[in-house]
């Protein structure tokens, strides 16, 4: 596929357990994005990557989030000690270069921490 | 602080009449800005954009009108159609270092046959 995707599509996990999400961008593209959608609001960002280099992780809402791009393309988000706060979409998109601003999303993972 | 505005949580149109979906912005930073459209279970799909230095722009039935002194942008669509019921989201990105965008909570726009 040509397309962003994204694994897995849905997850359940029990208040305290680690997740790990993973996205696959569109293949050469040097910027890749994650953003947070809690029910009813529009996508929040949480971190950039340009190819491996993690430039910006501003938007990360807890030091129980990391994110990492080690060879720059397949990217993993994880969430150490689920909280129920954190049930959400997750979404990545990645864009062909550093200075483009269209950005092309993954279809997301739905979080659910009960 | 919401700085990507969309006053209007939904939007019901007849097929064949135009639909105008409203976003209001705050941040004067603000350079470029786009439309999002999404379905149900998928990924927002990237519709039209505009940069700051434009009024107008426009593909097919779309057209995006910004007016910077207002701090707000539409979105036309004529004529609607069923298949353009989704959820739109208007997005803003000031450049600066990584191009992040800042999305509005969103527009659902019922196109009824």
């Known amino acids: 596929g040509a397309g962003v995707s994204q694994s897995p599509r849905y997850k359940v996990a029990k208040r305290g357990q680690d997740v790990a999400l993973r996205c696959d961008p569109i293949?050469?593209?040097?910027?890749l994005f994650w953003y947070q959608q809690a029910l009813g609001q529009g996508p929040e960002f949480l971190t950039y990557?340009?190819?491996?280099?993690?430039?910006?992780k501003s938007g990360l809402p807890s030091d129980r989030f990391f994110a990492e791009r080690p060879e720059g393309s397949v990217s993993t988000l994880k969430i150490q000690r689920t909280q129920q706060e954190d049930s959400a979409v997750y979404l990545c998109?990645?864009?062909?270069?550093?200075?483009?601003?269209?950005?092309?999303f993954g279809p997301g993972t739905r979080l659910t921490v009960t | 602080d919401q700085q990507v505005k969309q006053n209007s949580p939904s939007l019901s149109v007849q097929e064949g009449r135009i639909s105008i979906l409203n976003c209001d912005y705050t941040?004067?930073?603000?350079?470029?800005f786009l439309w999002y459209k999404k379905y149900p279970a998928e990924g927002p799909t990237f519709l039209i954009s505009?940069?700051?230095?434009?009024d107008k722009n426009e593909d097919g039935r779309f057209t995006v009108f910004l007016n910077k002194s207002a701090k707000h942008l539409s979105l036309h669509i004529v004529p609607s159609q069923p298949g353009d019921s989704a959820v739109y989201f208007c997005?803003?990105?000031?450049?600066?270092?990584?191009?992040?965008?800042?999305f509005g909570k969103g527009t659902l726009l019922t196109v009824n046959p």
């Open positions: 998109a990645s864009s062909l270069d550093g200075v483009s601003y269209e950005q092309y």
């Open positions: 293949s050469g593209h040097v910027s």
């Open positions: 997005a803003a990105s000031d450049g600066g270092s990584n191009y992040k965008l800042t």
């Open positions: 505009i940069s700051s230095i434009k």
């Open positions: 990557f340009q190819n491996e280099a993690q430039l910006d």
């Open positions: 941040n004067s930073m603000f350079d470029y």
